[in-house]
């Protein structure tokens, strides 16, 4: 964990609309747990810039993490079963969006499950000081401490100061290629323009595969809390 004190926040923040998120109503009974390799191959078809487009990216499908006695599974191709309330969420350059829209009414086939786009809702970026990402591509050789320091440096290459990161725990994505190895991370205390930044650029690479994608978290004091 790295930790700094809250400074003063700017204000008046002013929300750019030059990337937005593409939120899909979709219709699919399940996905696999790793179903990040699957879902792009999918869209690529009829989105073939996804990989190589600034600001373009592919949101993990996610359900919750328990309810009703029901708990997420961790292995890779045990299945996740979404609900109507599940989203297709794609970030989108802004002069994309139109083309990006074109995906209602197709159907997907997602490593073997059938996964209907519905109506599309653009969503602007969020300036919650506080953000999250599933997955950030790491060497599998770093500790927590060096994967911090290593994400540290590339956000303040990038003009974000971060005052406080927790980094999650470690998990693999499969591709043809190889295993990528993941963390998750959360940074808080950010400055509107900043949360917004980072969003619109995104950490790391491979965004077309969820990794390196940053959106909304509650309010990091929570995590204080029970770490205190």
């Known amino acids: 964990m790295y930790w700094q004190e809250e400074t003063k926040r700017d204000a008046r923040p002013v929300v750019p609309d030059d990337v937005v998120d593409l939120a899909f109503n979709i219709s699919c ?83 073997g499950n059938r996964l209907a786009v519905e109506k599309a809702a653009v969503r602007p970026l969020s300036t919650h000081p506080a953000l999250f990402s599933r997955y950030l591509v790491t060497d599998d050789a770093l500790d927590e401490a060096d994967f911090l320091s290593a994400m540290h440096a590339q956000l303040t290459a990038m003009g974000v100061r971060p005052k406080k990161m927790v980094c999650g725990i470690a998990r693999t994505l499969a ?49 204080r809390q029970v770490l205190d």
């Open 175 to 223: 591709t043809p290629d190889k295993t990528l190895h993941t963390r998750s991370l959360m940074i808080a205390d950010l400055t509107p323009t900043e949360s917004v930044r980072l969003q619109q650029r995104g950490l790391g690479r491979l965004h077309h595969l969820g990794c390196g994608l940053f959106i909304p978290h509650k309010d990091i004091q929570e995590v």
């Open 29 to 111: 009974r399940c996905l696999p747990v790793d179903h990040a390799w699957a879902l792009y191959t999918a869209l690529r078809p009829l989105l073939p810039w996804l990989e190589s487009e600034e600001g373009a990216g592919v949101h993990p499908i996610h359900v919750a993490d328990s309810g009703n006695g029901w708990m997420r599974p961790d292995r890779p191709d045990d299945l996740l079963y979404l609900s109507r309330r599940t989203k297709l969420m794609l970030r989108v350059p802004q002069g994309r969006v139109t083309e990006a829209e074109r995906l209602s009414g197709q159907v997907l086939d997602v490593g």
